[in-house]
DNA sequence: GGTTTCTATTGATCCTTATCAATCAAAACG
DNA sequence: CGTTTTGATTGATAAGGATCAATAGAAACC
């Protein structure tokens, strides 16, 4: 385990103190973080690691403190990448308050260390705070919202379309920057972007030829961000 | 206006005595009671009528008492019909609690009747209501899980796979009925499965062929629910 | 070090579905 | 009524992706 991961693990000692708090938990009193520190546990995970697959209970709320996590759905054909989390965000999916089962799988892309939230716990003090409980409901609703424009988009948009608003989903939420290192293989990608590794590396092959992007195996760089955006837009 | 619309809005005096009183509103007191019904209206729609437009704000809670609603969001090229709204049910989609306004658009599939709430008197009950609060957060969810699913469905099945979803769908969760007069045109048959109208109008060709399913205009008859439903899982 | 395995890439081909155009029937309209 | 308009249907064609196959290179494994 790396030695950033060992440090915040070991800081990990009261959630109040975290060093990654969620904005969330602003809204917490003294009693709710006893609550919630009371059966809490922090857990390391190794890059491809599952940390919990599709159809498993939901046991317990995953709060992601360092690393990055892919959160996807398995088929008989395909897989799809709904979206990629990152520190600081819960992870879960809608099944906390729905079947009590995991609607969906997550895997490490990197070394991820998360805290594992008992969800009685945490629905408990759901339940007593209006407060948290009035934001947990906008978290809910704007993660319902994206994957609306997601569905939007997989229904409307062709190849480049879609490509394009990945990697312009990469570079300004995941990784900040128009330089960065992809935690994802060409098919993982592929699974992302709702088509074929095939598919997604040809468009790859065209925005390069055109000068709008630089790949060289897992890095990336965007040279035209402008263009890229016109092409998502079009689809 | 129907008679039977009338009667429905004459009736609806009081929440507390709706006679389509949503099953979330078991969970309000009194007070609450009150409050949502201070600045309450009841409104009528014709079909083809917009009940609300995508990009407007969201100052109401609207309640369906009778008819059917389709919600859809629009873009350049095509409209996706997201899901059928019956009575009981809330509209509005995640717009309540994210950006104030309204994220996907409504309009009347037959005569309707709706409950308008102010949006601010129902936020203020969720906040003060924490049943009604987990109720609600159980109600947001389930609705994200199936924008999942349809996701899914999708980005993955193809044109036969997708239509015998729909037929399902309608079958099963709208009309609960293996006969019924669809309210939708061909193009809007098509927009909810995702794909052209000519495309939806081929597939069901081939399920008339096969005797799986008889349709004259409107009218649906589904012989083989079974085959249907082989359909749409091998996608 | 040599073999095996896995991933990325490219080319060729096929299948599915969108698009375009034409016809037909029913409904709306003057 | 005749005319216009609209929606449903069918056929022909084209475009976009998926699939399949082959190759190459890198990484993993004896």
Excluded: W
Aim: hydrophobic share 35%.
């Amino acid at each position: 385990m790396e030695r950033s991961m060992m440090k915040r693990m070991k800081d990990c000692r009261d959630c109040e103190d975290c060093d990654s708090k969620q904005p969330l938990f602003k809204f917490l009193t003294p009693e709710n973080y006893e609550l919630l520190n009371k059966d809490r546990f922090v857990v390391g995970f190794k890059k491809g690691e599952l940390v919990y697959k599709q159809g498993t209970s939901f046991t317990h709320v995953i709060y992601l403190i360092s690393g990055l996590v892919k959160l996807y759905m398995e088929t008989r054909n395909r897989n799809l990448i709904i979206r990629i989390s990152k520190p600081m965000e819960f992870i879960g999916g809608p099944g906390m308050y729905t079947s009590e089962r995991h609607q969906n799988s997550a895997m490490a892309l990197s070394n991820v260390c998360a805290c594992f939230i008992n969800i009685n716990s945490f629905k408990e003090v759901v339940r007593t705070n209006s407060l948290l409980s009035e934001e947990l409901l906008k978290l809910i609703s704007v993660k319902g919202q994206q994957v609306f424009d997601r569905l939007m988009s997989i229904s409307h948009k062709q190849a480049p379309g879609l490509v394009a608003e990945a990697l312009l989903y990469f570079s300004e939420q995941i990784y900040n920057s128009t330089s960065f290192d992809l935690n994802l293989s060409r098919q993982e990608f592929g699974d992302f972007c709702g088509m074929t590794k095939e598919s997604a590396i040809r468009v790859l092959k065209d925005l390069k030829e055109e000068g709008i992007i630089k790949v060289d195996e897992e890095h990336f760089e965007i040279f035209d961000i402008p263009a890229l955006r016109r092409i998502s837009e079009i689809g």
